[in-house]
Nanobody
Framework: QVHLVESGGGLVQPGGSLRLSCGVSGLFLDKYAIGWFRQAPGKEREGVSCISNGDGSTRYADSVKGRFTISRDNAQNTVYLQMNSLKPEDTAVYYC??????????????????WGQGTQVTVSS
């Protein structure tokens, strides 16, 4: 079975940092792109970032450019999201998800076949 498990969320003050991890089992990252998505209460889900299966090209939502960095470790089958200069509006449940290499549906995410359960990020003083 395919499983994606997010970790690293928590409570952080504005301006602080968190590093989220997405551990993947049951598939290999050289065949799937991995995206990070988030959803805040009362808001629609939005795509935060994604990283391709091949050359590792990355994309980011305008709201997080310059603050967040996505990366991957294919040997460990893990994708990371480094979040710096966090703002209260970053508060949300963050999800990682996997999309086959031939699909390209970020940021709306309809082509992502597998999803984790999410990890809560709360930015507050």
């Amino acid at each position: 079975q395919v499983h994606l498990v997010e970790s690293g969320g928590g409570l952080v003050q504005p301006g602080g940092s968190l590093r989220l991890s997405c551990g993947v089992s049951g598939l290999f990252l050289d065949k799937y792109a991995i995206g990070w998505f988030r959803q805040a209460p009362g808001k629609e889900r939005e795509g935060v970032s994604c990283i391709s299966n091949g050359d590792g090209s990355t994309r980011y939502a305008d709201s997080v450019k310059g603050r967040f960095t996505i990366s991957r470790d294919n040997a460990q089958n893990t994708v990371y999201l480094q979040m710096n200069s966090l703002k209260p509006e970053d508060t949300a449940v963050y999800y990682c998800a996997a999309e086959p290499w031939y699909s390209d549906t970020w940021p709306e995410g309809s082509g992502y076949d597998y999803w984790g359960q999410g990890t809560q990020v709360t930015v507050s003083s």
